[in-house]
Each structure stands twice: as C-alpha cells, then as structure tokens.
C-alpha cells in the first residue's frame, strides 16, 4: 500500500521543524506517537525514499543507506535485520542517549526496515552493562507487546560490534569478525541488514516525513542531521543533535570548549585534526575529507594546551592492543608493538628509532588485518604523531610541560572466552 498525494502533503504538515529531531519526542509509546504519529504503509517506498533523502548510516563507515537495503532485499530466501547499538567507540554516547530518550523511534526504524528487506527476523544488539539502555529497550517492547524482537546482550569488546563480528556472536561464536559479508551469508545463514540505531531512527522519521523533509536540514552532500558526543577539554560534555554542515567551531562553542590545540573527529577510528585546520572545518564529507577525516561514529574530543597528548597516545594504543580479536598477525604483534614504542615516548624515550619504528610499523599493519582495527590504529596514530610533533620533540628532550588529564577513556574489553 502506498499513500496518495494528499495524505503526504497532510503528513509533511505536521512534521517537526528545525531541531531536534531524533529526540523530540518522549521515551513511552503515548509520548512518541503525540510527537511523531503512527508509522505510515511506505514499506515498498522505502528504498527509494532512503535514496531520495541521502541518508548516510550513522555507524561510523557513513555507507549510503539505501544501497545497503537492496543488497538485502535482492537477495533469495528467509532475511534478517539487526539493529545494532552496541556502541563500543569510548567516547560516543549518543546510540546509548537515543535508546533512552527515544527507543520507539529505533524500533519503528527495526519494523520499516524488516519489512522493507522482507525479513522475518529482527534483532536489536546492546553491549554488556548499559543497564538504562537494556531497561529502556525492554520496557518499549513491552508497550508494543512485541515478543518477536530479540535483544542480543554483546560483551563489552569494540570489535564484537563490527557487523560480521556482531552476526558471528548472534549465531553463537565468540563475536569475533569473520570474511563473511552479512548481506550475503549472515545471521544463520540468511542474508542480513545491519544497521546502527540512529540509521534505523533517520529511516522512521524520513518514513513519517518524507526524503524533502529529511534535506531540509544540513547540506547538499551530506543532507540530514545527527547525532555528536562532544568530550575531552569542555565544559559541557555531552550529545547534541547537529545539522550536518555544521560549523565545527558552532559545535565546539555548544560545549563550551577550551580553547583547542587539537581536535579528535570520529572516535579513536578518526582522526586528530590541528586547531588551525578544524577552525575551518564543518561537519560534511566534503570539508572533513580534504583532511581524511569524517563524521563517522559522531565524536568531537578536545585537547587543550595544557594536556599531555603523548599520554593520551599511549593510552588508546594500548587500549588498541587489548581490543584485538588475535586472529591476524598484523593485529595481534603489530598492534602491541606500536602500543610499546608509543609507551616508550611518553615515557621520554630519546632514541629516535622509536618515532621511525612508529611510522614504519602503521605502513606495515595498515589493511592488513580481517577487519579494520589495524587501521583504526593507523589514523589514530599517524595523525597524533603529525599534529603533536612538538610534544613529542619534548618528551623525547625530556621537558614536558603539560599534564596527563586522561580525557580519552580506555575501558578494558571482555576477556575472550
């Protein structure tokens, strides 16, 4: 069933305007259908909807949405979709904000896109401890009376929340990642969606409001809004629902930053990005790629002039070492290499092999892992290394300044089983 013109035209009217949108209505079932209405019969219009709107996923990889559902629906036989909100980035907290503050939003995405695909299966992913997040996503279901849905809880690992690796552990394995590629082979077989919950959220909303509503907001490249957890040295941490193209300075000022030195943009699978560059930057493919960086999974963190960056270096390559799934050699020695020669320069460490062992192990470990962690690593690394050149020609001559704040958390993953 499709809808006419008229009965558009009448939902376009009473579409919210300006921001926010993903969290303008409330966490119950009463609150939500007041704010967003029922969910209109578009199923069949979905794909081409998406399309027309230029919804990008929210994950952190920023795939074209409605591609990934043809991939699902030109497939043969029984289908699956997965929401996953896992969020295993350190810094993010908006999949985790969104599944409190608007968890029917997320299944009304879960429903659209199932039905979109013709899956028969529908699973929404959660990581281990987020005791609010499971609460919520629970008590939603229970207003629907919809027993179908599973709520897979993941161990707390960054790399079980990759799509592979996610599948990998519905299907009963460790939540490694595999060469599988969901689309074709995923859970039990059966060719799967997977797709972040802010994705799902974008998709019941450009349902309800039509793919000219959803670009009325952001750029022409990168139309819509999202989600952004803002960190490290500010004031006002938190999440903020942003047009995309916003300004990055509009963003920082938001949260009552510190002045900058430099700018963390897309989580520890980004990149650092010197003051200079991101005063200039906004929020949209094409101004964050002419500096290889991205939205991604939503993240700013700040480091001010009086934080230690080698310190916070050193951290989240170790913490990259602990996340690996120990499958691949680039990953499993490389990652602990690289995590011991970023050790050894914030310990001040005047050999100046280190810095050339750091740059010809990124070379080395780059695409070489079974899934992206390695290059995580890399982009994290390399662009640490180029934007705190100076620190780093200090702690080596032994005259840090600065103080070790800990603004970037390393939390300890899941031993595997």
Same mark, same amino acid.
């Given at each position: 069933?499709?809808?006419?013109?008229?009965?558009?035209?009448?939902?376009?009217?009473?579409?919210?305007?300006?921001?926010? *949108?993903?969290?303008?209505?409330?966490?119950?079932?009463?609150?939500?259908?007041?704010?967003?209405?029922?969910?209109?019969?578009?199923?069949?219009?979905?794909?081409?909807?998406?399309? /027309?709107?230029?919804?990008?996923?929210? &994950?952190?990889?920023?795939?074209?949405?409605? /591609?990934?559902?043809?991939?699902?629906?030109? *497939?043969?036989?029984?289908?699956?979709?997965?929401?996953?909100?896992?969020?295993?980035?350190?810094?993010?907290?908006?999949?985790?904000?969104?599944?409190?503050?608007?968890?029917?939003?997320?299944?009304?995405?879960?429903?659209?896109?199932?039905?979109?695909?013709?899956?028969?299966?529908?699973?929404?992913?959660?990581?281990?401890?987020?005791?609010?997040?499971?609460?919520?996503?629970?008590?939603?279901?229970?207003?629907?009376?919809?027993?179908?849905?599973?709520?897979?809880?993941?161990?707390?690992?960054?790399?079980?929340?990759?799509?592979?690796?996610?599948?990998?552990?519905?299907?009963?394995?460790?939540?490694?990642?595999?060469?599988?590629?969901?689309?074709?082979?995923?859970?039990?077989?059966?060719?799967?969606?997977?797709?972040?919950?802010?994705?799902?959220?974008?998709?019941?909303?450009?349902?309800?409001?039509?793919?000219?509503?959803?670009?009325?907001?952001?750029?022409?490249?990168?139309?819509?809004?999202?989600?952004?957890?803002?960190?490290? *040295?500010?004031?006002?941490?938190?999440?903020?629902?942003?047009?995309?193209?916003?300004?990055?300075?509009?963003?920082?000022?938001?949260?009552?930053?510190?002045?900058?030195?430099?700018?963390?943009?897309?989580?520890?699978?980004?990149?650092?990005?010197?003051?200079?560059?991101?005063?200039?930057?906004?929020?949209?493919?094409?101004?964050?790629?002419?500096?290889?960086?991205?939205?991604?999974?939503?993240?700013?963190?700040?480091?001010?002039?009086?934080?230690?960056?080698?310190?916070?270096?050193?951290?989240?390559?170790?913490?990259?070492?602990?996340?690996?799934? &120990?499958?691949?050699?680039?990953?499993?020695?490389?990652?602990?290499?690289?995590?011991?020669?970023?050790?050894?320069?914030?310990?001040?460490?005047?050999?100046?092999?280190?810095?050339?062992?750091?740059?010809?192990?990124?070379?080395?470990?780059?695409? *070489?892992?079974?899934?992206?962690?390695?290059?995580?690593?890399?982009?994290?690394?390399?662009?640490?290394?180029?934007?705190?050149?100076?620190?780093?020609?200090?702690?080596?001559?032994?005259?840090?300044?600065?103080?070790?704040?800990?603004?970037?958390?390393?939390?300890?993953?899941?031993?595997?089983?």
């Amino acid at each position: 069933m499709t809808m006419t013109l008229a009965q558009r035209e009448r939902r376009a009217a009473t579409a919210p305007t300006g921001l926010p *949108r993903l969290l303008a209505g409330r966490p119950d079932l009463a609150g939500h259908l007041a704010a967003f209405g029922p969910l209109p019969p578009v199923a069949a219009e979905m794909q081409a909807m998406t399309a /027309r709107a230029g919804l990008t996923g929210r &994950g952190g990889a920023g795939f074209p949405t409605h /591609r990934k559902l043809e991939a699902v629906a030109g *497939r043969r036989g029984p289908r699956v979709v997965v929401a996953n909100g896992t969020e295993g980035e350190p810094l993010s907290a908006k999949d985790k904000t969104l599944l409190i503050q608007a968890p029917h939003l997320v299944l009304d995405g879960l429903d659209l896109a199932a039905q979109a695909v013709g899956a028969s299966r529908r699973v929404i992913c959660i990581e281990r401890g987020n005791q609010a997040v499971y609460a919520a996503v629970c008590v939603a279901l229970a207003e629907r009376r919809d027993e179908s849905v599973e709520v897979v809880v993941t161990p707390r690992r960054y790399v079980t929340g990759q799509e592979a690796a996610l599948v990998d552990f519905i299907d009963g394995g460790p939540g490694r990642p595999t060469r599988e590629r969901p689309f074709e082979r995923g859970v039990g077989g059966r060719p799967t969606l997977v797709d972040n919950v802010e994705t799902l959220a974008h998709l019941a909303l450009i349902a309800r409001f039509g793919p000219e509503w959803f670009r009325q907001v952001g750029s022409p490249g990168s139309p819509g809004s999202a989600l952004i957890t803002v960190g490290g *040295r500010v004031d006002r941490p938190g999440v903020f629902e942003v047009a995309m193209g916003t300004p990055l300075s509009s963003v920082l000022q938001l949260a009552q930053a510190a002045p900058p030195r430099a700018v963390l943009l897309g989580g520890y699978f980004g990149r650092w990005i010197p003051a200079r560059s991101a005063r200039q930057l906004t929020l949209d493919a094409a101004s964050l790629s002419a500096h290889g960086a991205a939205v991604g999974c939503g993240v700013v963190a700040v480091i001010d002039d009086d934080s230690c960056a080698v310190a916070e270096l050193a951290r989240v390559a170790a913490w990259y070492a602990h996340s690996s799934a &120990g499958q691949c050699g680039a990953c499993t020695w490389g990652l602990r290499d690289l995590a011991a020669a970023t050790s050894a320069l914030e310990a001040g460490s005047p050999d100046p092999r280190v810095t050339s062992d750091i740059q010809r192990w990124t070379a080395m470990v780059k695409g *070489r892992g079974g899934c992206r962690l390695p290059d995580g690593a890399v982009a994290f690394l390399e662009s640490g290394m180029e934007a705190f050149a100076d620190e780093i020609a200090e702690h080596q001559a032994g005259r840090c300044r600065r103080r070790d704040h800990r603004l970037l958390p390393t939390p300890t993953p899941e031993a595997w089983g």
